[in-house]
């Protein structure tokens, strides 16, 4: 039976710097109809570039020259027909290259190249058997005829060889197969044996040791993670006898197994939480019953949802959540990149157990391209992830959630510089969909937005139970006099609290924005500070590794380190870090149980995990650490909290930093008192009398938010406009400060009664990092619309201005950070 090839014209996104997709026709001999969100290789200007397949065209212009797509990669589309709208927005709005958009949103282990295995077909090896003399002169051809096909791996070593052409002959005369499949090893789905206990099993009394304890084993894991067959591998590594185990339950029939594809389960660590509360609050209560009509309606609605830490905001999550699937809508849930796990995972797996896909950055490839397989195939409709999981291709969303909503991390700041926050918003509003932003310490945009009725704001005023906030002590570390002269980590208040508390059997956190153990060295003979080789940023202490650090690209250079400058040997460390938090605290309290959280004891989600369950258990009385134990967590022990130098960002040439010092002091000082007993905050800070550390004191965010207002009005900051950040990188300083001045010089051009205004081009606050020399000139302007215009203007410009200086220009739209 032979079918009509297809003949169809398609819009392809490409994977490469063009800003529009590209029109191509379906392949030679194509029997079959492309479908958006297919993966294709295409010809470009001499090359074959990756596209994706964004829809049909019905008819070209005449006289145009039409390309073939080369080949189609893997049989399935990776994303929906209605996220191409969504793709196209966003291309448009960071002024990003639509194929280039489409790449960063999808899971980076699809961008494995695409691999070809030949298959022997019959009437193919009668022809090898008749003609054996070919085999000799190929080694390629025997294995074909011994193993019947030749894997991905060896293709891909004979297809830029003339042995290219004779097994595409072979092909057209039918004697092999050769078929697209994906390569690269992690982003294939996986086999494991899997095993799964008998229905019923009457008494494990007269079984072995070992068997009893792979029963139990495999019982936990079991209900633990919602699976009943559970893989060999995840057994034995709890249990290792649990070989020898399973082995002999088999022979005696208790337990079955089966090779079952498996989903790289990234849940089996997570401790879950599956309490419903058994009334709701007053406040939760009302906020649902403005929630729930609208998402029953199905048609797009905004909600920001202004709680105080411990207000319950969770639990308004879950419910809102548990309403759309009933609609047959699935969930979208966004929440901060540090939180390798949070609280909130926990409750929404052990709410809706396996329909929940997780992506964030703690999966491996693998594991990743599984969560989003699953969302594909419409396994999972729930989908809780950090800011690219906003790309999930998730069918008919009808509630999007964003937890934590003013963090900074849901901003990319390189490449496609996209918030996943404010696409949240838009992609609810494509779809139909209700939106709630969730925070204690919303952005000041945010909460901008919702005095001016674009978002409707929503308040859980009262924490759960009526517990009040904790009380907060602020202590100026400047009036503190000791023998040195130096600024001492604790102050004698924050000594004595933690004391008594250790006393009370009470738990405690301290916090501090910087890990290693003192922020820099410097000479005590010359005053040079070791500075980073390939960033103009000093090194920090980290003495457990006995080396100096840089916290941006990682350098190290030997602890014990000589004046670079002078050659002298006496250098002194200056500052501190977390590292030196946890040697002070042990000589303090020596018998004290101390646990770290920082990126240096922390590097795995498990151990995350392991501490944050000891700190759960009350097996830990202090733990200190960095952001990491700001974040969603609920340790209802915890009755004081520390921070140790409050103003670390507040010297920070941002305008958003006194709004980013209140929110972390807020944030950290919502851990404490979240049980049964009240909790004391604890504030050390040089600076007293700054407007974020007095109004985090009484916890007065509407205080903080009125005079953000009045600072950005003076000045014209966002919310009162708006920034565009054209960002120049390169290797050579020269080059970047030329191609930025003429970049301006164009600019200035096009300006209009000196609209937008354009500042700058000016050296970036950190002026070189990673070998790179960075300059910026910034965009501002009270209406966007007039930002976006100017800046189509400039495409080109920068375009090629980029290409001649060899530097790269990045387009940052509504900027985060501006360092
Ligand atoms: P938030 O996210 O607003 O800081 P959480 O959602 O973590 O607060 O809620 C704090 C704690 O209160 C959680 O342990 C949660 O399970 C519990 N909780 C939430 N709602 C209720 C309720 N209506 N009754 C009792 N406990 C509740
Ligand atoms: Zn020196
Ligand atoms: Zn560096």
Same mark, same amino acid.
């Given at each position: 039976?032979?079918?009509?090839?297809?003949?169809?014209?398609?819009?392809?996104?490409?994977?490469?710097? %063009?800003?529009?997709?590209?029109?191509?026709?379906?392949?030679?001999?194509?029997?079959?109809?492309?479908?958006?969100?297919?993966?294709?290789?295409?010809?470009?200007?001499?090359?074959? @570039? #990756?596209?994706?397949?964004?829809?049909?065209?019905?008819?070209?212009?005449? $006289?145009?020259?039409?390309?073939?797509? =080369?080949?189609?990669?893997? +049989?399935?589309?990776?994303?929906?027909?209605?996220?191409?709208?969504?793709?196209?927005?966003?291309?448009?709005?960071?002024?990003?290259?639509?194929?280039?958009?489409?790449?960063?949103?999808?899971?980076?282990?699809?961008?494995?190249?695409?691999?070809?295995?030949?298959?022997?077909?019959?009437? $193919?090896?009668?022809?090898?058997?008749?003609?054996?003399?070919?085999?000799? +002169?190929?080694?390629?051809?025997?294995?074909?005829?011994?193993?019947?096909? %030749?894997?991905?791996?060896?293709?891909?070593?004979?297809?830029?060889?003339?042995?290219?052409?004779?097994?595409?002959?072979?092909?057209?005369?039918?004697?092999?197969?050769?078929?697209?499949?994906?390569?690269?090893?992690? /982003?294939?789905?996986? #086999?494991?044996?899997?095993?799964?206990?008998?229905?019923? %099993?009457?008494?494990?009394?007269?079984?072995?040791?070992?068997?009893?304890?792979?029963?139990?084993?495999?019982?936990?894991?079991?209900?633990?993670?919602?699976?009943?067959?559970?893989?060999?591998?995840?057994?034995?590594?709890?249990?290792?006898?649990?070989?020898?185990?399973?082995?002999?339950?088999?022979?005696?029939?208790?337990?079955?197994?089966?090779?079952?594809?498996?989903?790289?389960?990234?849940?089996?660590?997570?401790?879950?939480?599956?309490?419903?509360?058994?009334?709701?609050?007053?406040?939760?209560?009302?906020?649902?019953?403005?929630?729930?009509?609208?998402?029953?309606?199905?048609?797009?609605?905004?909600?920001?949802?202004?709680?105080?830490?411990?207000?319950?905001?969770?639990?308004?999550?879950?419910?809102?959540? /548990?309403?759309?699937?009933?609609?047959?809508?699935?969930?979208?849930?966004?929440?901060?990149?540090?939180?390798?796990? #949070?609280?909130?995972?926990?409750?929404?797996?052990?709410?809706?157990? +396996?329909?929940?896909?997780?992506?964030?950055?703690?999966?491996?490839?693998?594991?990743?391209?599984?969560?989003?397989?699953?969302?594909?195939?419409?396994?999972?409709?729930?989908?809780?992830?950090?800011?690219?999981?906003?790309?999930?291709?998730?069918?008919?969303?009808?509630?999007?959630?964003?937890?934590?909503?003013?963090?900074?991390?849901?901003?990319?700041?390189?490449?496609?510089?996209?918030?996943?926050?404010?696409?949240?918003?838009?992609?609810?509003?494509?779809?139909?969909?209700?939106?709630?932003?969730?925070?204690?310490?919303?952005? !000041?945009?945010? =909460?901008?937005?919702?005095?001016?009725?674009?978002?409707?704001?929503?308040?859980?005023?009262?924490?759960?139970?009526?517990?009040?906030?904790?009380?907060?002590?602020?202590?100026?570390?400047?009036?503190?006099?000791?023998?040195?002269?130096?600024?001492?980590?604790?102050?004698?208040?924050?000594?004595?609290?933690?004391?008594?508390?250790?006393?009370?059997?009470?738990?405690?956190?301290?916090?501090?924005?910087?890990?290693?153990?003192?922020?820099?060295? @410097?000479?005590?003979?010359?005053?040079?500070?070791?500075?980073?080789?390939?960033?103009?940023?000093?090194?920090?202490?980290?003495?457990?590794?006995?080396?100096?650090?840089?916290?941006?690209?990682?350098?190290?250079?030997?602890?014990?380190?000589?004046?670079?400058?002078?050659?002298?040997?006496?250098?002194?460390?200056?500052?501190?870090?977390?590292?030196?938090?946890?040697?002070?605290?042990?000589?303090?309290?020596?018998?004290?149980?101390?646990?770290?959280?920082?990126?240096?004891?922390?590097?795995?989600?498990?151990?995350? %995990?392991?501490?944050?369950?000891?700190?759960?258990?009350?097996?830990?009385?202090?733990?200190?650490?960095?952001?990491?134990?700001?974040?969603?967590?609920?340790?209802?022990?915890?009755?004081?909290?520390?921070?140790?130098?409050?103003?670390?960002?507040?010297?920070?040439?941002?305008?958003?930093?006194?709004?980013?010092?209140?929110?972390?002091?807020?944030?950290?000082?919502?851990?404490? $008192?979240?049980?049964?007993?009240?909790?004391?905050?604890?504030?050390?800070?040089?600076?007293?009398?700054?407007?974020?550390?007095?109004?985090?004191?009484?916890?007065?965010?509407?205080?903080? =938010?009125?005079?953000?207002?009045?600072?950005?009005?003076?000045?014209?900051?966002?919310?009162?406009?708006?920034?565009?950040?054209?960002?120049?990188?390169?290797?050579?300083?020269?080059?970047?400060?030329?191609?930025?001045?003429?970049?301006?010089?164009?600019?200035?051009?096009?300006?209009?009664?000196?609209?937008?205004?354009?500042?700058?081009?000016?050296? /970036?606050?950190?002026?070189?990092?990673?070998?790179?020399?960075?300059?910026?000139?910034?965009?501002?302007?009270?209406?966007?619309?007039?930002?976006?215009?100017?800046?189509?203007?400039?495409?080109?410009?920068?375009?090629?201005? +980029?290409?001649?200086?060899?530097?790269?220009?990045? !387009?940052? !739209?509504?900027?985060?950070?501006?360092?």
């Amino acid at each position: 039976m032979t079918h009509e090839p297809i003949n169809k014209y398609y819009e392809v996104a490409v994977s490469a710097p %063009i800003g529009r997709p590209l029109t191509y026709l379906s392949p030679a001999d194509c029997q079959q109809q492309l479908m958006p969100g297919m993966r294709v290789l295409v010809p470009l200007g001499g090359r074959k @570039i #990756t596209g994706y397949i964004l829809s049909t065209v019905d008819s070209v212009p005449s $006289g145009q020259k039409i390309k073939e797509i =080369y080949e189609v990669l893997g +049989s399935r589309p990776l994303f929906r027909a209605e996220q191409v709208r969504f793709f196209k927005w966003m291309a448009k709005y960071y002024h990003y290259p639509i194929g280039e958009v489409i790449k960063t949103a999808l899971p980076a282990g699809l961008t494995k190249k695409s691999g070809r295995r030949v298959l022997l077909t019959e009437t $193919g090896r009668k022809h090898c058997q008749l003609n054996e003399r070919e085999l000799i +002169s190929s080694p390629w051809l025997s294995i074909l005829l011994n193993k019947g096909e %030749i894997s991905p791996y060896i293709t891909g070593k004979l297809w830029p060889t003339k042995d290219r052409r004779l097994l595409e002959s072979w092909e057209e005369k039918g004697w092999v197969a050769i078929s697209n499949e994906l390569i690269g090893g992690s /982003a294939k789905t996986k #086999t494991e044996i899997c095993y799964a206990l008998i229905e019923q %099993i009457d008494s494990t009394e007269n079984l072995k040791v070992s068997e009893q304890k792979t029963i139990e084993v495999l019982k936990n894991i079991s209900t633990t993670t919602h699976r009943r067959f559970v893989p060999r591998r995840e057994i034995v590594r709890e249990y290792p006898g649990g070989a020898k185990g399973l082995k002999s339950l088999a022979q005696k029939d208790l337990v079955i197994f089966e090779e079952q594809q498996v989903y790289r389960d990234p849940f089996g660590e997570c401790f879950l939480e599956s309490d419903i509360p058994e009334k709701l609050t007053g406040e939760q209560n009302k906020a649902l019953e403005t929630i729930i009509p609208a998402i029953n309606k199905g048609v797009y609605s905004s909600f920001l949802l202004h709680g105080v830490t411990g207000s319950g905001k969770t639990e308004v999550y879950l419910q809102a959540a /548990a309403v759309a699937l009933e609609q047959n809508k699935s969930v979208l849930v966004l929440v901060p990149e540090i939180a390798l796990t #949070t609280q909130l995972e926990a409750h929404f797996l052990g709410r809706f157990g +396996s329909r929940v896909a997780l992506l964030h950055s703690g999966l491996t490839s693998g594991q990743r391209f599984d969560q989003w397989d699953r969302v594909v195939e419409g396994k999972a409709d729930v989908v809780i992830g950090a800011r690219s999981a906003v790309f999930a291709p998730l069918a008919e969303p009808g509630l999007i959630i964003v937890d934590e909503e003013h963090d900074s991390s849901y901003k990319q700041d390189d490449g496609f510089c996209y918030n996943g926050r404010d696409l949240a918003v838009l992609r609810a509003s494509q779809s139909e969909a209700v939106v709630i932003l969730g925070s204690a310490t919303p952005s !000041v945009t945010s =909460y901008y937005h919702a005095s001016m009725g674009k978002y409707h704001l929503l308040n859980l005023k009262k924490r759960i139970e009526d517990r009040p906030l904790p009380k907060v002590e602020i202590v100026n570390m400047q009036s503190i006099k000791t023998v040195s002269g130096r600024l001492p980590v604790f102050s004698p208040v924050l000594i004595k609290n933690l004391r008594e508390n250790l006393a009370n059997g009470e738990q405690s956190l301290v916090f501090l924005n910087r890990r290693g153990f003192a922020n820099f060295m @410097i000479c005590r003979d010359c005053g040079q500070i070791v500075q980073c080789k390939h960033c103009q940023i000093s090194l920090t202490l980290h003495k457990a590794g006995g080396k100096l650090l840089c916290h941006y690209c990682g350098f190290t250079v030997p602890g014990k380190n000589m004046c670079s400058k002078c050659q002298s040997a006496s250098m002194a460390s200056v500052g501190m870090g977390t590292e030196r938090l946890e040697q002070e605290m042990s000589e303090i309290f020596p018998g004290a149980r101390i646990a770290r959280l920082d990126r240096d004891t922390c590097l795995k989600r498990n151990d995350y %995990i392991k501490v944050l369950r000891a700190v759960h258990d009350g097996e830990i009385d202090i733990l200190l650490g960095t952001q990491m134990i700001t974040k969603g967590h609920h340790f209802p022990n915890v009755t004081l909290v520390g921070i140790v130098l409050a103003d670390t960002g507040l010297g920070l040439p941002d305008f958003r930093a006194g709004e980013r010092t209140f929110q972390l002091i807020s944030q950290v000082t919502g851990r404490g $008192g979240r049980g049964e007993k009240p909790g004391r905050v604890i504030v050390q800070t040089l600076q007293p009398e700054h407007h974020s550390i007095m109004m985090a004191q009484s916890h007065d965010y509407r205080g903080m =938010y009125a005079r953000e207002m009045e600072l950005r009005k003076s000045l014209g900051y966002p919310p009162f406009s708006r920034i565009i950040n054209i960002k120049i990188e390169g290797k050579e300083e020269r080059n970047v400060r030329n191609t930025a001045s003429s970049l301006e010089k164009l600019a200035r051009k096009f300006q209009k009664k000196s609209l937008p205004e354009i500042l700058g081009p000016a050296p /970036a606050p950190l002026m070189r990092l990673r070998d790179r020399y960075r300059w910026q000139i910034l965009l501002k302007g009270e209406k966007l619309e007039l930002l976006h215009g100017f800046l189509s203007n400039l495409e080109g410009d920068i375009a090629s201005l +980029s290409k001649a200086g060899k530097v790269k220009i990045t !387009v940052d !739209v509504d900027p985060e950070y501006m360092m």
